[in-house]
């Protein structure tokens, strides 16, 4: 007697074989991994970087120059597609503002962005995405923990070029959505005091990311030492025979720093910024570093140099925090 299998119409559950009907063997498609913050990075944003790499989207044109530190950037950026995140968290200090946190949430930010300084350098157009429920998110959370927020919703905001640098420098495909944070200027003008605020608004970024569901790059944007030449020395930009810290009492204070991120040290690190900060008057002064870190929880036991170098005499260094590590 024949059985008669009743199989519904589309259904491809059942494959026929040498007479025999068997289900199908393909695997189960993976899970994807958890949300949260995948991975914090300390990412610098010299525009030199940028220029050496000649982008088609910047107008100047370089020879090349600061390989160590945009070898380094290549490298990473395999490792943040491997990640697979939904969107890259960026807070760099020269989107200024002087009255509380302000968060980027215009849909589809395009543009010229001229670096003010050293505009033979970075001239560059830029066209990119933001996670706009992601970015009021942030804005609502930070308000409700009793940080001044604002929503940036103006279609003509002109992005600052530390911003581009750093989200080209980790990803010039531009292909991850976005949010970017400004830096309250507080930190230049008053007190270190001010970091507090900073790593309040990590706590509020952390929350806004795990409430959403989004898997998360956070970025702090910034150098280190910061005292650097006054002019530019020899005949074109990326003549690398100038290139040295500006002197030796900043790169060791640079060294003593990124000694507590190799080891981990993270308790630590988070009472020697304030000290750097007067030691070599740091970016960091601007929150960025205490505003991923805080973001992160202040990780134990976590932390990577991937590369340190200078540029006209700051200090640079790209480090990674990896937070599948610790689960």
């Known amino acids: 007697m024949s059985s008669v299998f009743q199989v519904p119409v589309g259904d491809r559950t059942w494959r026929s074989c040498g007479g025999q009907v068997r289900p199908s063997l393909a695997p189960p498609a993976p899970e994807r991994p958890p949300a949260g913050i995948v991975a914090g990075v300390l990412a610098p944003h010299p525009p030199h970087l940028l220029y050496a790499e000649n982008p088609p989207q910047n107008e100047p044109e370089s020879r090349g120059g600061w390989e160590v530190l945009r070898w380094a950037y290549e490298d990473l950026r395999a490792r943040v597609k491997a990640m697979d995140v939904d969107v890259i968290v960026l807070h760099a200090p020269h989107w200024i503002t002087m009255v509380g946190h302000h968060v980027n949430c215009v849909p589809n930010p395009s543009g010229f962005s001229v670096e003010p300084i050293f505009p033979h350098l970075l001239r560059y157009k830029y066209d990119f995405h933001t996670d706009v429920e992601l970015a009021e998110a942030i804005a609502d959370q930070a308000h409700d923990d009793g940080l001044v927020t604002r929503k ?14 750093a989200l080209h420098l980790l990803n010039p495909d531009w292909d991850i959505p976005v949010v970017s944070l400004s830096a309250n200027n507080n930190p230049y003008f008053y007190s270190t005091s001010s970091l507090d605020q900073m790593e309040v608004l990590g706590e509020s970024t952390r929350k806004a990311i795990e409430g959403l569901g989004r898997r998360a790059l956070v970025a702090g944007s910034n150098s280190l030492s910061h005292l650097h030449w006054d002019r530019e020395q020899g005949d074109y930009p990326e003549d690398m025979t100038y290139e040295h810290a500006y002197n030796d009492h900043q790169y060791r204070w640079d060294m003593r720093l990124l000694e507590l991120v190799r080891a ?28 991923m870190l805080s973001a992160l929880g ?30």
């Open 264 to 291: 981990g040290r993270t308790r630590e690190l988070r009472e020697m910024i304030p000290e750097h900060i007067a030691q070599t008057e740091s970016e960091t002064k601007a929150g960025s570093l205490s505003w």
């Open 298 to 327: 202040w990780p134990e036991g976590v932390g990577e140099v991937l590369t340190y170098g200078t540029i006209i005499g700051t200090g640079n260094a790209l480090c990674l925090w990896d937070m599948r590590e610790q689960r």
């Open 152 to 165: 940036m919703r103006n279609p003509g905001v002109r992005v600052d070029y530390a911003t581009i640098t």
